[in-house]
C-alpha cells in the first residue's frame, strides 16, 4: 500500500497536484495514511474519506477517529448511492436507452439516513456518489434532513452526473459542493451518448447550470476509473465538451477556461474544507505552485493537454521538476 501510494502522489506531483482525495478507503489503508503522515513519508497532501460501509462487510464500519495535519485530512465520510453510467447502474428515474433497466440504489434509505446522521453529528463532512436523478434525489432528501453541517463547509456529491435544474437549484440552496468529473466527458462520452435516453443525455453533467445555480464546483479525475487524470486534460473537456471521436456531448454546458481552473484550484480546496489556506495564490496561502510550460487561460481549448508541468512547489519546496 505504501509503495501504490507513494508512486501515485509522485505521479500527481508531475501533473502539478499538490493535495488529492482518496475516495472510500477501508481501515487497513486508513492506517497505511496515518503510518506515513507520521512519519514524514507522504510526498504530498492528501484528503482521505474512510467508507462506512465496505462491499462483503456485513456490519457498517465505526467511524474513525478524525486527523487534520498540513499533510493529511480525515474528516469526510463516503457514500456510494448508486452505481455508475457505463455499467447501467447509475439510479434512473426511466429506463436506459439500450436497456430496459433504471439502475440501483446501493443503501435502503434509512440506513444511509442513520449513517449520515451519526457522522453529520459527530461532526464530519459526508461525500456520496450519486449519478443518477433518482440517486441524487434520496441524497438531496437526506442532508436536507439533516441540517446544516456542524463546523464544517457543506457536504458534497461525487458526480452528481444527471441533475435536474430543480435538483441543482436545492444543492445550492442546501449548500451541497458539487464534485463532477469533466474528463468523463471526454473518455466516456460515447457510452453516455449510446447508453442514456435524450431527456437525461441533455443534462449530462451541466458544469454551466451548476455554477449559473450558485453552487461550488470542485473538478477532478476519479482516476482510475478514467486513465487521464491531468487537471489540464479535465479543463479541455469541461471548455469543449467533446469526446475521444470529437463528437460534442451538449455542448451548451460547456464552461470557461477560467471556470475550469479555478473549479480544480480553489473549488478543489473549499471542497476539503481547507481554502483558507490552498487552493488561492494570495499572502498568507501555502505555497503550493505548478509553473506551467505556457498560459492555460490564452492557450486554445484543445492544446491545454499539451501543455506541461515544468516546476511543482509544495510549501515553496521544489518537489517535481521536469528534466
Known amino acids: 500500500y505504501e509503495r501504490m501510494i507513494t508512486a501515485a502522489l509522485d505521479h500527481q506531483l508531475s501533473l502539478g497536484i499538490t493535495m488529492s482525495s482518496c475516495c472510500g478507503v477501508n481501515p487497513q489503508l486508513l492506517g497505511v495514511y496515518r503510518a506515513m503522515a507520521a512519519g514524514g513519508r507522504l510526498p504530498a497532501r492528501m484528503n482521505v474519506m474512510p467508507f462506512r460501509r465496505v462491499d462483503g462487510v456485513p456490519e457498517p464500519i465505526a467511524l474513525p477517529e478524525m486527523h487534520r495535519s498540513p499533510m493529511l485530512h480525515v474528516d469526510t465520510v463516503k457514500f456510494l448511492a448508486d452505481g455508475g453510467l457505463s455499467g447501467a447502474t447509475a439510479a434512473l428515474s426511466v429506463d436506459y436507452r439500450h436497456t430496459p433497466q433504471r439502475g440501483l440504489l446501493r443503501f435502503d434509505r434509512d440506513e444511509l439516513m442513520a449513517l449520515c446522521r451519526e457522522s453529520h ?40 452526473g444527471l441533475p435536474s435544474a430543480t435538483q441543482l437549484a436545492r444543492a445550492a440552496r442546501l449548500g451541497v459542493i458539487a464534485a463532477p468529473q469533466s474528463i468523463f466527458l471526454y473518455e466516456l462520452g460515447r457510452n453516455f451518448r449510446d447508453y442514456l435516453p435524450d431527456a437525461l443525455l441533455a443534462r449530462c453533467y451541466p458544469l454551466r447550470a451548476m455554477l449559473e445555480a450558485g453552487l461550488t464546483v470542485a473538478l477532478s479525475s476519479d482516476a482510475p476509473v478514467v486513465e487521464n487524470d491531468n487537471p489540464l486534460a479535465g479543463m479541455m473537456a469541461a471548455i469543449t465538451r467533446r469526446d475521444l471521436a470529437g463528437e460534442p456531448l451538449v455542448p451548451e454546458q460547456a464552461i470557461t477556461a477560467a471556470d475550469a481552473l479555478d473549479a480544480y484550484t480553489r473549488g478543489g480546496a473549499v471542497a476539503v474544507g481547507l481554502e483558507e489556506s490552498l487552493g488561492t495564490i494570495a499572502k498568507g496561502y501555502r505555497a503550493d505552485l505548478a509553473v506551467l510550460s505556457g498560459n492555460p487561460l490564452a492557450t486554445p481549448p484543445e492544446d491545454l493537454a499539451s501543455l506541461t508541468v515544468d516546476l511543482t512547489l509544495l510549501d515553496g519546496r521544489v518537489v517535481y521538476e521536469r528534466a
Not at 436536507?144 to 464544517?152: D, F, I, K, Q
Request: proline content about 5%; hydrophobic content about 40%.
Open 121 to 160: 453529528e459527530a461532526g464530519w463532512r459526508i461525500a456520496t456518489h450519486a449519478i443518477g436523478d433518482v440517486a441524487i434525489e434520496q441524497v438531496l432528501d437526506i442532508y436536507e434532513a439533516l441540517g446544516p453541517p456542524r463546523h464544517v463547509s457543506g457536504h458534497r456529491i461525487e458526480h452528481l
